[in-house]
């Protein structure tokens, strides 16, 4: 028989742990700052806010945290410019951890590249010179894109010296009367209506079913008939496909997916946001692809 094997060495006991770190108060990180008040954060939203500032890097490069950089290096506009940004984002009820990864990706977004978007000028809005190019894949039956319409539209001329907006169809399958909803808008584009009969069909959205289409052409001044018999055609097949292909290209999951030359936008659809993204790729394109010295 075999000896019996060894007893085995007794198990070293585990080091001592330190007590947990109680976290800064959200008073002492947030007040002080010139120029900056946020004192009318909700006080969950101001311990997200106060998480943010110690954990997260100011964008503009140097190697202070957020909170510091606003404390110490008082000149740098990237740094307010962020903390407002983060104080929208946490008053929207978003945990401190969220923020943090959708800041990193934000500002990582300006230096990946960029996709090359081909826009179709007839269905662009604003000045074809403006800094900035915002494009959108939309489907004229997503509920989301409904939503999202009136807002960018908005915002591009609220900004016309800044912004041209572009819109690319992108029917999804999920959607049976994308696909001819599509068509009527190129068609309508076609006889110089693009925009007359966007609006109609987005004020329609529930209601988009091929035999609902003509009617809308007529209320904007077309001939329905000849769009009923383009719809039991394939005339626009290859053009949509060929926008979804570029949509394919870019990455996007779903609609609305918004881009700011050529970069991936997905800071949500406000007005500030919009603006905010605007003015950071405004500066971007004017200093050569790099921030602004502070």
Same mark, same amino acid.
């Given at each position: 028989?075999?000896?019996?094997?060894?007893?085995?060495?007794? !198990?070293?006991?585990?080091?001592?742990?330190?007590? #947990?770190?109680?976290?800064?108060?959200? #008073?002492?990180?947030?007040?002080?700052?010139?120029?900056?008040?946020? %004192? %009318?954060?909700? =006080?969950?939203? $101001?311990?997200?806010? #106060?998480?943010?500032?110690?954990?997260?890097?100011?964008?503009?490069?140097?190697?202070? %945290?957020?909170?510091?950089?606003?404390?110490?290096?008082?000149?740098?506009?990237?740094?307010?410019?962020?903390?407002?940004?983060?104080?929208?984002?946490?008053?929207?009820?978003?945990?401190?951890?969220?923020?943090?990864?959708? /800041?990193?990706?934000?500002?990582?977004?300006?230096?990946?590249?960029?996709?090359? /978007? $081909?826009?179709?000028?007839?269905?662009?809005?604003?000045?074809?010179?403006?800094?900035?190019?915002?494009?959108?894949? %939309?489907?004229?039956?997503?509920?989301?894109?409904?939503?999202?319409?009136?807002?960018?539209?908005?915002?591009?001329? $609220?900004?016309?010296?800044?912004?041209?907006?572009?819109?690319?169809?992108?029917?999804?399958?999920?959607?049976?009367?994308?696909?001819?909803? #599509?068509?009527?808008? /190129? &068609?309508?584009?076609?006889?110089?209506?693009? &925009?007359?009969?966007?609006?109609?069909?987005?004020?329609?959205?529930?209601?988009?079913?091929?035999?609902?289409? =003509?009617?809308?052409?007529?209320?904007?001044?077309?001939?329905?008939?000849?769009?009923? !018999?383009?719809? $039991?055609?394939?005339?626009?097949?290859?053009?949509?496909? @060929?926008?979804?292909?570029? @949509?394919?290209?870019?990455?996007?999951?779903?609609?609305?997916?918004?881009?700011?030359?050529?970069?991936?936008?997905? /800071?949500?659809?406000?007005?500030?946001?919009?603006?905010?993204?605007?003015?950071?790729?405004?500066? &971007?394109?004017?200093?050569?692809?790099? &921030?602004?010295?502070?």
């Amino acid at each position: 028989a075999k000896a019996p094997p060894p007893p085995a060495a007794a !198990a070293p006991r585990p080091a001592a742990v330190p007590a #947990a770190v109680p976290s800064q108060d959200p #008073a002492q990180v947030l007040t002080g700052i010139p120029g900056m008040d946020f %004192s %009318s954060l909700p =006080p969950a939203a $101001k311990r997200e806010l #106060a998480t943010v500032f110690s954990d997260e890097f100011c964008y503009c490069g140097c190697p202070h %945290s957020l909170g510091a950089c606003l404390k110490q290096h008082t000149t740098c506009k990237h740094a307010k410019r962020m903390a407002r940004l983060s104080a929208r984002l946490v008053s929207e009820g978003g945990p401190a951890s969220e923020v943090i990864v959708t /800041l990193s990706k934000y500002y990582a977004s300006f230096r990946e590249p960029r996709t090359a /978007l $081909k826009v179709d000028p007839r269905m662009c809005q604003g000045n074809a010179n403006a800094p900035v190019t915002v494009a959108e894949f %939309s489907d004229f039956e997503c509920p989301f894109c409904g939503k999202a319409r009136p807002i960018l539209e908005g915002f591009a001329r $609220k900004h016309p010296a800044e912004v041209r907006f572009c819109f690319l169809p992108f029917p999804l399958g999920i959607h049976p009367n994308a696909v001819p909803a #599509a068509q009527a808008v /190129l &068609w309508a584009r076609d006889q110089g209506k693009f &925009w007359q009969m966007h609006d109609a069909l987005f004020g329609q959205q529930e209601n988009l079913k091929p035999e609902a289409l =003509p009617a809308l052409a007529k209320s904007v001044g077309l001939d329905g008939d000849k769009l009923a !018999a383009v719809l $039991k055609t394939e005339q626009y097949k290859d053009e949509i496909e @060929g926008f979804r292909a570029q @949509g394919r290209t870019a990455a996007i999951t779903g609609t609305p997916s918004v881009f700011f030359n050529g970069r991936a936008y997905d /800071l949500g659809y406000q007005e500030e946001q919009l603006s905010h993204s605007m003015e950071d790729e405004v500066e &971007w394109r004017a200093n050569n692809n790099a &921030w602004a010295a502070d």
